[in-house]
């Protein structure tokens, strides 16, 4: 789970990369530029996003390139060379991706959905709703609370032992005061 790293894309010697069903989010790195030698790159079933780097199309030695079920969106990159022998099975699961492949208008997909999905990632790429964590913890502090109620309700001898504990805890709280901070009001008058 993460980013990519920009590093991957200066491991210019590499010839295949699978990082499919790693849960990677972000952008695919422009960095991949570099990667001359790779011949099959696989990026699928991860949520990546935005669009894919129109400098991959200068990937020459690209045989394989899946970047199925992510959440890419803008055009597909021109149907140029390498490029020009990918099917929609390998751009499939990306519902704002538009151009060549899926015959899916750009104009239409680009005015409305990809700014949704940008606001989208940058708010919401916490690892756990916030508001819902809050509430839960909300909810079983209360009922913790409630449980000790009751049992301290039903049970005399717990009820007797339970308030004779805070009365420790709280002569002992007095008796620390009284030794360390009317000692102290002493030696300052």
């Known amino acids: 789970m993460g980013r990519i790293p920009l590093e991957i894309g200066y491991l210019n010697e590499i010839h295949a990369l699978n990082l499919s069903h790693n849960k990677l989010i972000g952008p695919i790195p422009s960095t991949f530029l570099n990667l001359k030698q790779i011949e099959s790159l696989d990026l699928s079933y991860n949520n990546l996003n935005r669009r894919i780097p129109p400098q991959l199309i200068e990937l020459n030695n690209l ?34 991706l538009c151009g060549a492949p899926p015959q899916i208008n750009c104009t239409k997909i680009e005015s409305s959905s990809v700014t949704n999905v940008s606001n989208y990632d940058r708010e919401n790429n916490d690892f756990i709703d916030m508001t819902i964590f809050y509430w839960s913890f909300v909810v079983a502090y209360v009922a913790i609370l409630m449980a000790i109620a009751v049992v301290l309700h039903i049970n005399p001898y717990w009820r007797q032992k339970w308030f004779y504990f805070i009365e420790v805890c709280i002569t002992s709280c007095y008796y620390f005061v009284l030794d360390n901070f009317c000692w102290f009001s002493k030696t300052i008058i």
Not at 75 to 87: C, E, V
């Open 63 to 96: 045989a394989v390139f899946f970047v199925a079920d992510n959440n890419l969106s803008g055009p597909i990159l021109d149907q140029k060379a390498q490029f020009g022998t990918f099917d929609e099975s390998n751009y499939e699961g990306n519902p704002f």
